[in-house]
């Protein structure tokens, strides 16, 4: 193998203190638009959000300070499930359900449609800040599965 790749340095996963998930980067104003200030002030500059839905911890970084998802502005998804799927436009678990027993899923399409415009604000919205679309479609085609 080529030493290069070897030596590309991919060290920069960071680890849940709580459940041990890798954590997804998260760009810094996320954190202050779901964290209030208090808070926020025990993480540094690069955090990370934890997608483990039964782990309590939301924010973490690499010296393992963490805000608990009850820190929290405001709840989000996964970690209360009846918080929306995606935040910038409302839609819910039960929305995906719906469009799973419908002829075609005219919600996920809508928001699809949705998520390209400029009404989309999935980095200050989303805990991730990043689009929710595979998140709603990971879901969709989860009970789809379920139901078959
Ligand atoms: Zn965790």
């Not at 309590?56 to 709840?75: C, G, I, N, R, W």
Request: proline letters at 10%; one cysteine or more.
């Amino acid at each position: 193998m080529n030493k290069a790749f070897v030596r590309e340095p991919d060290t920069t996963e960071t680890f849940c203190p709580k459940c041990g998930a890798a954590g997804v980067p998260v760009p810094w104003i996320t954190v202050e638009h779901h964290v209030p200030e208090e808070t926020r002030r025990r993480l540094t500059a690069s955090s990370c959000f934890c997608m483990t839905p039964s782990c309590e911890v939301a924010y973490f970084d690499a010296m393992e300070s963490y805000v608990l998802a009850t820190d929290m502005v405001q709840p989000v998804y996964p970690k209360d499930v009846t918080a929306p799927l995606c935040p910038c436009f409302g839609l819910t678990r039960n929305d995906v359900e719906d469009d799973v027993d419908a002829p075609s899923p005219v919600k996920i399409r809508t928001l699809l449609a949705k998520s390209k415009s400029p009404a989309a604000h999935c980095e200050t919205a989303s805990p991730t800040g990043r689009c929710c679309m595979p998140e709603v479609q990971k879901y969709y085609f989860k009970v789809k599965g379920a139901g078959d």
